[in-house]
C-alpha cells in the first residue's frame, strides 16, 4: 500500500495548460480503470474532479482531463484559473476493496 | 443534498481510544459502500478503511489494521470508526466519504483527532 507518485508542484500562467502525473504500479493504477482525481483547497474538504481515469462528474469544467497509460494516470488542466490553484490527489482502486491516494501535487497560477 | 457530518474527534492520549461517528443524509445510506481517509495536518490524503452497503466487505490501510474497526448502522444512516492503541502517527483530520463505485463522490468536513500527551 504504496503512495502513488506525483510531483510536489506544477505551475502555469492563466490560459496554459498543465498535467499532473500519478504513478502506481501494475496492482492499483496498471490494474484497473479506477483511477479519480480530486482538489483540495486550503481548510476545505477535497473535491471530486475525475472518476474512472477520464469521466467528469456534472459542474466539473471540461478544462479538466484524465487519462492513463500503463502504471501512470494524468490530469491534465487547460485553459488555468486563478481558481484552479489547489492541491490535487489521484487515487486508484488496488483490489480486495482498498484504494491507495497519490502524494498530492500544489498547482500554482503564476 | 448530501450531508456527511463527523464527530467525536479530539485530544486522545498515546495508546488510549477514541470512536469516530458519521451521520449521513441525503441519499439512500444503504445503498452505498462508505470509506474514513485521513489527512494530518499539513500533508496529504491517506485511505484508511472501507466498508460496503452490508458490512459484508471491510478492508484497512496496512497502517491502522488490527488497531482500528470500521462498522455501520443502516437503520442509523451512521458509520462509525473505533480506533484503538492510537500513536502519535494517527494525529489527522478524519473524513467520512460515500463511494459511488471504486471512487469518492462526496465527503465530509471531517473531524481532527490529536494523539498526544
Known amino acids: 500500500q504504496s503512495a502513488l507518485t506525483q510531483p510536489r508542484s506544477v505551475s502555469g500562467s492563466p490560459g496554459q495548460s498543465v498535467t499532473i502525473s500519478c504513478t502506481g504500479t501494475r496492482s492499483d493504477v496498471g490494474a484497473y480503470n479506477y483511477v479519480s482525481w480530486y482538489q483540495q483547497h486550503p481548510g476545505k474538504a477535497p473535491k471530486l474532479m475525475i472518476y474512472?481515469?477520464?469521466k467528469r462528474p456534472s459542474g466539473v469544467p471540461d478544462r479538466f482531463s484524465g487519462s492513463k497509460s500503463g502504471n501512470t494516470a494524468s490530469l491534465t488542466i487547460s485553459g488555468l484559473q486563478a481558481e484552479d490553484e489547489a492541491d490535487y490527489y489521484c487515487c486508484s482502486y488496488a483490489g480486495d476493496y482498498t484504494f491507495v491516494f497519490g502524494t498530492g501535487t500544489k498547482v500554482t497560477v503564476l | 443534498e448530501v450531508q456527511l457530518v463527523e464527530s467525536g474527534g479530539g485530544l486522545v492520549q498515546p495508546g488510549r481510544s477514541l470512536r469516530l461517528s458519521c451521520a449521513a443524509s441525503?441519499?439512500?445510506?444503504?445503498?452505498?459502500?462508505m470509506h474514513w481517509v485521513r489527512q494530518a495536518p499539513g500533508k496529504g490524503l491517506e485511505w484508511v478503511s472501507g466498508?460496503?452497503?452490508?458490512?459484508?466487505?471491510?478492508a484497512y490501510a496496512d497502517s491502522v489494521k488490527d488497531r482500528f474497526t470500521i462498522s455501520r448502522d443502516n437503520a442509523k444512516n451512521s458509520l462509525y470508526l473505533e480506533m484503538n492503541s492510537l500513536r502519535s502517527e494517527d494525529t489527522a483530520f478524519y473524513y467520512c466519504a460515500k463511494d459511488e463505485g471504486y471512487y469518492i463522490d462526496y465527503w465530509g468536513q471531517g473531524t481532527l483527532v490529536t494523539v498526544s500527551s
Open positions: 466498508i460496503n452497503w452490508s458490512s459484508g466487505s471491510i
Open positions: 474512472d481515469v477520464s
Open positions: 441525503g441519499f439512500t445510506f444503504d445503498n452505498y459502500a
